[in-house]
């Protein structure tokens, strides 16, 4: 019999080994998968985690990719993280990134073609401030009218999208693009580009402030105290009012942080890798960060190598799809495994399995 | 007295800890027999293994002349075992009938089932209404309800958890002729307690526990109250020293103090009033329910009132929240431990945190300062005796009894002016509980002004000057405890809820 027996104090060796083990657990369930669909299982997985970075012939190309995809990512969960440490739950990232894209363009065009190195500056906070307003309606609402922020945050990415659609044909449409959706190319224009900074890494202006927010995130969570108020206020909610915690500005707080970071993150994609505001400019880094928010046990140093290995499980997925033959739902299901995994394997860093006899006979 | 059930050699041993070891005794017909131990000596793992709940490890048990090893509570039921538990399990947002048919196996038809609670009730001396509201009950009343949830089907033997610790002396009382009612009916009760004077009114015989291990039998009738608690501590006590030093200026005025409960079916506070002085201790007696922990959530600014309601030194601190009273020189320590006045995942580092934070300067401009937080966290540690491998360990890891001492110990750390504390010894050995006591006690010699709230009504003789008690909400006047006598507390903490009637006065 298989018994679970909850540990005195979290184990310290799970906490670190689990995301290892569900790694490992994944490239097994994984290969037993692309078996089954009568590929090479060995070959699929080295072309996942290994010939994104070091194939001769596809790693010049895809490794820059490893940083431009992982930014995001990580910038987008450290905030989320946040709020998920203090039980406030924001689904939404996907709209907040939307809406500081918008914002940041629509601050940049306003001022096309001006030549001016302010310029870029300027739609960094406009796009900051577009994902933190964004974030702060499902706030609002939760503290006002006790809804549910989950919903709320939820519902408003498909608001989002549609606003995107409607931008992206109507008023930041391209004037001279001849009628074809999206808006002008924010990276070619010098004053608005978001360019890579040492070539051949993928590093750019996203890129730093994803590693910025890890670090700040890092030193909130463990030397100040509002940090100390938020794990507080996830796991003891009565404990935190009863140590003065408001939990209506903790709300407020969470959303903003991380609204505002989906919304620089957007920027950083629209002014850069993406180029413009278009119909499909979002491709769901909203919704990945929360897997890797958890992937990272909400730490911010776990989330830097969570998003840097879900960037990988991308850029491997098209690789593997393009060099294989792959199927795409194949690839999504397997990262479907890898959150999985996560999840169940989570319990050793609480639990221990005890494998016992029948219990004694009395 | 013929022999009704005989525990042979029962030893049952968790990780870590051995609950019970080698325990044997045997209770007859009709006897009341009392096991007796402090908190954490066995007493629960013992009666859950007769009800069925645990599995002994080694050992039998003996009903009727016939092997006994029920494997779940249903089956010691069907061979006449019943058992009240000290928490109720009871749905509050259904009607008495129907919270006593989801305890049957095969209930019978509603009407049917309210004809027998009430035939049952009356005959026992405890009057309920199979109609009325859970939620709208008292804990005695709720009490009733388990007790003739057991009663209609005529058990044997029946098992009571701490029963009294709801119930006000004069409900015990009425309690205790429906106990010796049954008893003289041939229902044997094992009844589980530390309230020695309770023990020694009603059982026959008593079996005292310590650590698992059975220490002591004995008639309690024959022996003295403290005879019987050295026997179960294993040590001698000291009661704690009361300050004569004359009282000081107002602490803490608290003036028509109404504020709504924040807990489901909890009690609203009702136009509360009374003065503190520095250097005196405020005793606040009730049965549970009552509005004790409404009344410890608007003192420590959890819930808030409306200005005027609560002075702190002079200040009106009515509408502030905790951390304002905090900086008022206000410290609080709540009832419930884990997850109310201690995070259960933190380390006791970080709990010290909670509420130190301000008093102990513990953080500036917003940066915690760790060192000095461990260092004060390693203090309490040290000062109240919490016996921990270490500052590091979650709050969930410590015994009850050693984190009510490290929370408590935390609160009187801070240099209070005021202290409000819910249940200081609630869950904590007698030694601790005597020293948490004394602690309490030299704040006050120290100047602070202490409320204590509690249902322990030794613990609020032994060390209140002053006493009131909660009654559905209201505070009842102030009086010195000097000269107060137990007829006249009962009537302070409520009456008996209407139980005198039954018994035929």
Same mark, same amino acid.
């Given at each position: 019999?298989?018994?679970?027996?909850?540990?005195?104090?979290?184990?310290?060796?799970?906490?670190?080994?689990?995301?290892?083990?569900?790694?490992?657990?994944?490239?097994?369930?994984?290969?037993?998968?692309?078996?089954?669909?009568?590929?090479?299982?060995?070959?699929?997985?080295?072309?996942?985690?290994?010939?994104?970075?070091?194939?001769?012939?596809?790693?010049?190309?895809?490794?820059?990719?490893?940083?431009?995809?992982?930014? +995001? $990512?990580?910038? @987008? *969960?450290? &905030? /989320?993280?946040?709020?998920?440490?203090?039980? %406030?739950?924001? #689904?939404?990232?996907?709209?907040?990134?939307?809406?500081?894209?918008?914002?940041?363009?629509?601050?940049?065009?306003?001022?096309?073609?001006?030549?001016?190195?302010?310029?870029? +500056? $300027?739609?960094? @906070? *406009?796009? &900051? /401030?577009?994902?933190?307003?964004?974030?702060? %309606?499902?706030? #609002?609402?939760?503290?006002?009218?006790?809804?549910?922020?989950?919903?709320?945050?939820?519902?408003?990415?498909?608001?989002?999208?549609?606003?995107?659609?409607?931008?992206?044909?109507?008023?930041?449409?391209?004037?001279? &693009?001849?009628?074809?959706?999206?808006?002008?190319?924010?990276?070619?224009?010098?004053?608005?580009?978001?360019?890579?900074?040492?070539?051949?890494?993928?590093?750019?202006?996203?890129?730093?402030?994803?590693?910025?927010?890890?670090?700040?995130?890092?030193?909130?969570?463990?030397?100040?105290?509002?940090?100390?108020?938020?794990?507080?206020?996830?796991?003891?909610?009565?404990?935190?009012?009863?140590?003065?915690?408001?939990?209506?500005?903790?709300?407020?707080?969470?959303?903003?942080?991380?609204?505002?970071?989906?919304?620089?993150?957007?920027?950083?994609?629209?002014?850069?890798?993406?180029?413009?505001?278009?119909?499909?400019?979002?491709?769901?880094?909203?919704?990945?960060?929360?897997?890797?928010?958890?992937?990272?046990?909400?730490?911010?140093?776990?989330?830097?190598?969570?998003?840097?290995?879900?960037?990988?499980?991308?850029?491997?997925?098209?690789?593997?799809?393009?060099?294989?033959?792959?199927?795409?739902?194949?690839?999504?299901?397997?990262?479907?495994?890898?959150?999985?995994?996560?999840?169940?394997?989570?319990?050793?860093?609480?639990?221990?399995?005890?494998?016992?006899?029948?219990?004694?006979?009395? | 007295?013929?022999?009704?059930?005989?525990?042979?050699?029962?030893?049952?041993?968790?990780?870590?800890?051995?609950?019970?070891?080698?325990?044997?005794?045997?209770?007859?017909?009709?006897?009341?027999?009392?096991?007796?131990?402090?908190?954490?000596?066995?007493?629960?793992?013992?009666?859950?293994?007769?009800?069925?709940?645990?599995?002994?490890?080694?050992?039998?048990?003996?009903?009727?002349?016939?092997?006994?090893?029920?494997?779940?509570?249903?089956?010691?039921?069907?061979?006449?075992?019943?058992?009240?538990?000290?928490?109720?399990?009871?749905?509050?947002?259904?009607?008495?009938?129907?919270?006593?048919?989801?305890?049957?196996?095969?209930?019978?038809?509603?009407?049917?089932?309210?004809?027998?609670?009430?035939?049952?009730?009356?005959?026992?001396?405890?009057?309920?209404?199979?109609?009325?509201?859970?939620?709208?009950?008292?804990?005695?009343?709720?009490?009733?309800?388990?007790?003739?949830?057991?009663?209609?089907?005529?058990?044997?033997?029946?098992?009571?958890?701490?029963?009294?610790?709801?119930?006000?002396?004069?409900?015990?009382?009425?309690?205790?002729?429906?106990?010796?009612?049954?008893?003289?009916?041939?229902?044997?009760?094992?009844?589980?307690?530390?309230?020695?004077?309770?023990?020694?009114?009603?059982?026959?015989?008593?079996?005292?526990?310590?650590?698992?291990?059975?220490?002591?039998?004995?008639?309690?009738?024959?022996?003295?109250?403290?005879?019987?608690?050295?026997?179960?501590?294993?040590?001698?006590?000291?009661?704690?020293?009361?300050?004569?030093?004359?009282?000081?200026?107002?602490?803490?005025?608290?003036?028509?103090?109404?504020?709504?409960?924040?807990?489901?079916?909890?009690?609203?506070?009702?136009?509360?009033?009374?003065?503190?002085?520095?250097?005196?201790?405020?005793?606040?007696?009730?049965?549970?329910?009552?509005?004790?922990?409404?009344?410890?959530?608007?003192?420590?600014?959890?819930?808030?009132?409306?200005?005027?309601?609560?002075?702190?030194?002079?200040?009106?601190?009515?509408?502030?929240?905790?951390?304002?009273?905090?900086?008022?020189?206000?410290?609080?320590?709540?009832?419930?431990?884990?997850?109310?006045?201690?995070?259960?995942?933190?380390?006791?580092?970080?709990?010290?945190?909670?509420?130190?934070?301000?008093?102990?300067?513990?953080?500036?401009?917003?940066?915690?300062?760790?060192?000095?937080?461990?260092?004060?966290?390693?203090?309490?540690?040290?000062?109240?005796?919490?016996?921990?491998?270490?500052?590091?360990?979650?709050?969930?890891?410590?015994?009850?009894?050693?984190?009510?001492?490290?929370?408590?110990?935390?609160?009187?750390?801070?240099?209070?002016?005021?202290?409000?504390?819910?249940?200081?010894?609630?869950?904590?050995?007698?030694?601790?509980?005597?020293?948490?006591?004394?602690?309490?006690?030299?704040?006050?010699?120290?100047?602070?002004?202490?409320?204590?709230?509690?249902?322990?009504?030794?613990?609020?003789?032994?060390?209140?000057?002053?006493?009131?008690?909660?009654?559905?909400?209201?505070?009842?006047?102030?009086?010195?405890?000097?000269?107060?006598?137990?007829?006249?507390?009962?009537?302070?903490?409520?009456?008996?809820?209407?139980?005198?009637?039954?018994?035929?006065?």
């Amino acid at each position: 019999m298989i018994r679970l027996e909850k540990r005195p104090s979290p184990s310290r060796f799970w906490q670190v080994a689990t995301p290892v083990l569900a790694v490992i657990l994944t490239m097994i369930a994984g290969g037993i998968m692309f078996a089954l669909l009568g590929k090479d299982p060995v070959a699929a997985i080295r072309t996942i985690f290994w010939d994104p970075l070091f194939h001769p012939q596809f790693a010049d190309y895809s490794r820059p990719q490893l940083l431009v995809k992982a930014g +995001p $990512l990580i910038l @987008i *969960a450290v &905030g /989320l993280s946040l709020g998920f440490r203090a039980g %406030i739950w924001n #689904i939404g990232a996907e709209g907040q990134y939307i809406m500081g894209a918008i914002c940041g363009a629509a601050a940049g065009l306003a001022l096309y073609p001006a030549d001016s190195r302010l310029i870029f +500056p $300027l739609m960094v @906070i *406009a796009g &900051g /401030l577009g994902g933190w307003a964004w974030g702060m %309606i499902p706030a #609002i609402l939760k503290t006002r009218f006790n809804t549910n922020e989950i919903l709320v945050s939820l519902l408003l990415v498909y608001v989002a999208q549609s606003l995107l659609a409607s931008m992206a044909l109507g008023r930041l449409r391209n004037p001279e &693009g001849g009628g074809f959706p999206g808006s002008r190319n924010l990276s070619r224009w010098e004053s608005s580009a978001n360019p890579e900074l040492i070539a051949g890494t993928g590093m750019h202006w996203g890129v730093v402030a994803a590693f910025i927010a890890v670090i700040a995130a890092y030193i909130l969570l463990q030397r100040h105290i509002l940090g100390f108020q938020i794990k507080l206020a996830g796991q003891a909610p009565r404990a935190a009012r009863f140590a003065g915690v408001n939990p209506a500005r903790l709300v407020v707080l969470c959303l903003g942080i991380s609204g505002m970071l989906a919304g620089l993150a957007g920027l950083f994609e629209v002014t850069g890798p993406a180029g413009q505001i278009s119909i499909d400019f979002n491709s769901g880094y909203g919704f990945t960060a929360i897997i890797v928010a958890f992937l990272g046990r909400l730490n911010p140093l776990g989330i830097l190598l969570a998003g840097l290995l879900m960037a990988l499980t991308y850029i491997g997925g098209e690789l593997a799809q393009l060099m294989l033959g792959l199927p795409a739902a194949a690839i999504q299901a397997f990262q479907g495994m890898l959150l999985f995994f996560l999840l169940a394997v989570d319990l050793l860093s609480n639990y221990r399995i005890r494998i016992a006899g029948p219990a004694g006979v009395a | 007295m013929t022999e009704l059930l005989r525990l042979e050699g029962l030893t049952k041993a968790y990780p870590g800890v051995v609950a019970n070891s080698d325990v044997s005794f045997a209770i007859g017909t009709g006897e009341v027999h009392a096991l007796l131990g402090e908190n954490g000596a066995g007493k629960s793992t013992l009666v859950k293994m007769i009800y069925g709940l645990v599995k002994p490890d080694t050992g039998r048990m003996v009903l009727r002349g016939q092997p006994y090893a029920p494997d779940r509570p249903a089956e010691a039921r069907r061979q006449g075992v019943a058992m009240v538990f000290q928490h109720f399990s009871l749905f509050e947002a259904l009607d008495v009938a129907e919270n006593v048919a989801l305890g049957m196996e095969n209930p019978p038809p509603m009407r049917e089932l309210a004809a027998r609670i009430r035939a049952v009730s009356e005959e026992y001396g405890l009057p309920l209404d199979p109609d009325r509201m859970v939620g709208d009950l008292s804990a005695g009343e709720r009490q009733r309800v388990e007790i003739v949830r057991c009663l209609l089907q005529d058990p044997k033997l029946l098992i009571m958890d701490e029963p009294t610790s709801v119930l006000t002396p004069q409900e015990v009382e009425i309690l205790f002729r429906t106990l010796r009612q049954l008893s003289a009916e041939g229902t044997a009760i094992l009844y589980i307690s530390h309230k020695l004077e309770e023990i020694r009114a009603l059982c026959d015989e008593a079996t005292i526990l310590r650590r698992g291990k059975v220490v002591a039998t004995c008639t309690p009738r024959e022996r003295s109250a403290r005879e019987m608690a050295e026997l179960m501590v294993g040590a001698v006590l000291t009661p704690p020293a009361k300050s004569a030093k004359p009282k000081g200026e107002v602490a803490l005025e608290v003036r028509d103090l109404s504020a709504a409960s924040p807990i489901p079916f909890g009690t609203s506070l009702k136009q509360v009033n009374f003065t503190l002085r520095k250097g005196e201790v405020l005793g606040i007696a009730g049965v549970a329910g009552n509005g004790q922990d409404e009344l410890l959530l608007a003192l420590s600014g959890e819930l808030k009132s409306d200005p005027g309601m609560v002075r702190i030194a002079g200040r009106d601190m009515g509408a502030t929240g905790p951390q304002a009273r905090r900086a008022a020189g206000l410290v609080s320590a709540p009832e419930e431990r884990l997850g109310h006045a201690a995070a259960p995942d933190m380390s006791l580092v970080e709990n010290a945190l909670l509420s130190g934070a301000l008093r102990k300067g513990l953080v500036r401009n917003g940066f915690i300062d760790w060192a000095a937080t461990e260092d004060f966290a390693a203090g309490i540690v040290k000062d109240f005796d919490v016996r921990t491998p270490g500052t590091h360990v979650a709050a969930r890891a410590l015994s009850g009894g050693n984190l009510q001492k490290f929370v408590v110990g935390r609160e009187l750390s801070q240099s209070p002016e005021v202290i409000v504390i819910n249940q200081p010894t609630w869950g904590v050995d007698a030694a601790a509980a005597a020293a948490i006591r004394q602690a309490i006690l030299d704040r006050a010699e120290a100047g602070a002004a202490v409320v204590v709230i509690s249902q322990d009504l030794d613990e609020l003789l032994e060390i209140a000057d002053d006493f009131a008690a909660l009654n559905e909400g209201r505070l009842t006047p102030t009086r010195p405890v000097e000269g107060l006598g137990i007829e006249e507390i009962g009537l302070m903490m409520g009456g008996a809820h209407d139980m005198e009637v039954a018994h035929g006065h």
